[in-house]
């Protein structure tokens, strides 16, 4: 198994906040990878890094074995990287059907005039995607809704089809920004099962999450972030036991605190 | 002759710029760009046509009454097309506030007709002469009085009470409320200070540019282009602005030609956005996404 | 009757009439009118593919239908082309200039957007006014009237034929963009622009593409425009006619192809209803884009989406 993500000394500053220091992490073709870490250790400015939300001041990504600092998002998306928000980023305003073709967008190679002209190839095309969307979300399970608004769906079932969109790209990194807020325990089994279906595909997965229990279980690695420096990495129960994580999450205050 | 011109397109500048800093605190209050704004100052000229020339009511008692009215409208504006619209869109209301504009044009039409009315200097036919440099002793005064008003505001922004509750909304609106500010008071009043700067204006202009119903036209894209600059919420921008536009359009007039003089500003216009789009006061904001 | 089959008798009917229209009206001052209504629907149509689906406010659509006109007019006074390629020429002559200015415009946040290309709209329409080329503010004089052989259009009732071909091919383009990849990320851009990056579309890309095709409709719109009235001056192609174009877009819905006819068509025709005092009229008009803008976000055909009017409908028997 190759590698399929390599960061060194990646560095993001914010004025003078330094959000993402140094990190150094590298990710094998079919991990699950958690990243964890309190809030503010820049999990997120990570992420956006890394898929080119924002460019990175100092250090390099490699995907794929390929240098990508320089890459606007759609082309690292095109290269196989998606990614799914904290806050849902579906088209609230189309319907269900669409915001699943919208993803199949790039599979459809007629061009504008093709499209304006009405070619055989474009007619197909656009059947052809009708129908994979359709059979898309009847394999999610929520065609009953296919053409309502998106945004009258469940909060689950949104963030199910926001997953299910990410997936259109057929992309060899998925990256999952807490995807677990706002559900039940039913539903993050559901989800549990999900990244693991999908990991099975052969897509590999970072997944940065705050619920313990789920990353300690779904993931083969995970990461520790604080104040944007890598503090430990490992196995779960290697995680877990590390007193600098531990640190990290209670603060060294609380002994203090207690002491006085 | 570089005197007179650098004379008149400071002065011509300190008005663009009284507009345009209407222009930016209504942006910083409420975050909507005014496009009736030109014919606000427009309709002061016109009072002061119907108040000083047509009445023969003294010239310091009409710009008192018409700054006042001028505040008044501006806080009628407030209330009937900005409050009950909050939730539509910014760049909507923008739209709704060219209507407003065509409004007060034909609302001028039928008051005071179409022809353009010619406002006499009160100074007379007094000029000041400097060697052999003829300058309209008009300039000068807006001059003076834009200095007034910049001194004045400063004070009133930081060191009054009020002016900072002002700041305050303008920073973050929930805060300042949660801190016991009557937010929709302070806007208000907002909203009448821009009306004021903009009467100043109207005023100061009237006697030396064509006082007619379209002439609001003009200004709004003058004004507009000075807001660009300024990165829409910049108070000194406003000022400088409108100086480098006062004077661009002055000079470039005298030298390159009369009949482009209005691309200038469009001109100003088209490279701010094309290099730096915040302002030439705002940092470097980069649209990503 | 099955809905489909009513559709195609309605289709049949609506497209009847508006072959025998030119029969039925006799009077010059209407067809001119509807010909005008016309020619504001290539306008509003082409607007709403990027207006209307990406919210960015092309406030420079008329500079570009005056681009089409004084090309059309200049290709044909000087160069002699016929009517026939003056007019697809002038539309891809306002496409390539609305995709140059499209580029650098298009990367800006929505206000700066709009102030561009009124900036934009009022530099061409001073070039318009001051250029020896196009006839100073005098405008362009002597267009020729289209002709196929020794047939020559030079009636309203006739060239009424030229605009309706036009605009049924204009209109079925648009309608396919609509329902094609293209149409769906357009529309999602208002959504969210992060999450069509991605998915791997290149935004600009399709920004740019979208104001392209609508200022092409804007100079074919042009052209038909100067060899209608086979005279143009610098003064129609103004800030306050970009206004207009982009309330009846409104007044229709924006962001939808019927929408735009049906506002293109009111906001032509009502003026006309309301001619008693031109200044109360204006005064009336400027309130009425305040009214439009504010309370009917939607437009006339959101109006018809609303559930009270919904249920009207139904009880009428209609759906």
């Known amino acids: 198994m190759g590698t399929i993500l390599q960061t060194t000394n990646l560095t993001k500053f914010f004025g003078g906040l330094c959000a993402v220091d140094g990190v150094n992490i590298e990710v094998k073709e079919g991990e699950i990878r958690g990243l964890i870490g309190p809030n503010g250790s820049g999990k997120s400015t990570f992420l956006n890094l890394i898929c080119g939300i924002e460019n990175n001041d100092r250090g390099e990504i490699f995907f794929n074995n390929q240098e990508i600092n320089r890459e606007p998002i759609h082309n690292r998306a095109k290269m196989g990287i998606s990614r799914t928000f904290q806050t849902l980023e579906l088209f609230k305003e189309l319907t269900v059907l669409q915001n699943i073709m919208i993803g199949f967008h790039n599979s459809m190679k007629s061009n504008i005039l093709g499209i304006l002209v009405q070619t055989k190839k474009a007619l197909n095309e656009e059947k052809d995607i009708y129908e994979q969307s359709t059979e898309l979300l009847k394999i999610i399970g929520i065609s009953n809704r296919a053409n309502d608004r998106a945004g009258s769906l469940s909060y689950g079932q949104q963030r199910l089809l926001e997953i299910s969109r990410a997936l259109t790209t057929k992309p060899k990194l998925l990256l999952l920004d807490e995807p677990a807020a706002g559900l039940n325990l039913s539903e993050i089994n559901d989800l549990v099962n999900l990244t693991y279906k999908i990991n099975n595909q052969g897509v590999t997965i970072i997944i940065v999450e705050h619920r313990m229990e789920m990353i300690m279980k779904i993931s083969d690695l995970i990461t520790v972030l604080d104040e944007g420096k890598k503090i430990a990495e490992g196995k779960a129960d290697d995680i877990k036991n590390n007193p600098a994580v531990q640190e990290a999450y209670l603060g060294k205050k609380r002994e203090e605190y207690v002491r006085n | 002759m570089v005197i007179q011109l650098l004379v008149n397109g400071l002065g011509m500048g300190c008005i663009y710029g009284l507009v345009a800093l209407g222009l930016v605190f209504i942006w910083k209050g409420v975050r909507i760009v005014n496009f009736a704004q030109g014919d606000f100052a427009i309709l002061a000229g016109y009072l002061l046509a119907s108040f000083y020339i047509e009445w023969q009511i003294p010239y310091v008692i009409s710009i008192f009454i018409i700054c006042i009215i001028l505040a008044l409208v501006s806080v009628i504006f407030e209330r009937l097309v900005y409050r009950p619209l909050k939730n539509v869109s910014s760049v909507t209301i923008a739209v709704c506030t060219v209507g407003v504009s065509i409004f007060l044009q034909n609302i001028f039409q039928i008051i005071w007709g179409g022809m353009f009315i010619p406002i006499p200097s009160i100074f007379g036919s007094y000029l000041i002469m400097v060697g052999d440099i003829v300058i309209r002793p008009e300039y000068p005064l807006i001059i003076v009085v834009t200095l007034f008003v910049i001194i004045f505001q400063q004070y009133f922004l930081y060191n009054t009470v009020q002016g900072k509750a002002m700041r305050a909304v303008e920073a973050d609106r929930d805060v300042a409320s949660l801190m016991g500010i009557d937010t929709a008071k302070v806007v208000s009043t907002t909203f009448a200070y821009s009306g004021v700067l903009t009467a100043l204006a109207g005023i100061m202009l009237a006697p030396i540019f064509f006082l007619s119903t379209a002439s609001g036209s003009l200004i709004r894209l003058k004004a507009l282009a000075v807001l660009v600059m300024a990165g829409f919420a910049s108070v000194p921008g406003a000022v400088v602005g409108g100086i480098i536009l006062g004077l661009s359009e002055v000079f470039g007039a005298s030298y390159i030609s009369s009949e482009y003089k209005e691309a200038i500003s469009f001109g100003i216009i088209i490279i701010i956005l094309l290099f730096r789009p915040s302002g030439l006061f705002g940092s470097t904001v980069k649209k990503k996404v | ?319």
Not at chain 3, 44 to 65: C, D, E, S
Not at chain 3, 145 to 154: A, R, S
Not at chain 3, 192 to 217: C, D, H, P, R, W
Request: proline share 4%; charged share 10%.
């Open chain 3, 1 to 319: 009757m099955l809905n489909s089959e009513r559709n195609r008798v309605l289709t049949i009917i609506i497209a009847v009439i508006l072959i025998i229209i030119p029969l039925l009206i006799k009077s010059n001052y209407y067809i001119r009118l509807i010909n005008l209504c016309g020619i504001y629907l290539l306008l509003t149509v082409g607007l709403n593919i990027i207006t209307g689906y990406t919210g960015n406010p092309n406030m420079a659509q008329t500079a570009f239908w005056g681009i089409g006109a004084y090309a059309s007019g200049l290709l044909s006074i000087k160069l002699g082309l016929p009517f026939w390629l003056s007019l697809p020429l002038s539309g891809l002559v306002a496409a390539m200039i609305g995709v140059l200015v499209g580029i650098p415009t298009l990367k800006l946040k929505v206000f700066h957007f709009a102030i561009g290309t009124i900036a934009f709209g009022q530099i061409i329409q001073l070039f318009f006014k001051n250029l020896e080329i196009t006839g100073g503010p005098a405008g362009l004089k002597s267009i020729p009237t289209p002709k196929i052989g020794n047939y020559v259009f030079d009636s309203d009732f006739s060239y009424y034929y030229i605009i309706l071909f036009v605009i049924f091919i204009l209109i079925s383009l648009a309608y396919r963009l609509e329902h094609s990849k293209y149409g769906r990320a357009l529309k999602a851009i208002k959504e969210s622009e992060l999450a069509l990056q991605m998915l791997g579309i290149n935004v600009s890309y399709i920004k740019v593409l979208a104001f392209g095709v609508s200022t092409f409709y804007a100079g074919i719109a042009g052209s038909l425009y100067a060899h209608l009235f086979t005279y143009i001056s610098p003064d129609t192609f103004s800030f306050f006619e970009a206004v207009k174009v982009l309330t009846m877009l409104y007044i229709g819905q924006a962001g939808s192809i019927s929408g735009a006819i049906i506002g293109s068509i009111v906001l032509t025709i009502l003026p006309e209803a309301l001619r008693f005092s031109k200044v109360y009229y204006m005064a009336i008009y400027g309130i009425g884009i305040v009214i439009i803008f504010a309370y009917l976000p939607n437009g006339l055909i959101g109006l018809t989406r609303h559930p009270k009017i919904r249920k009207y409908i139904k009880n009428l028997g209609l759906r």
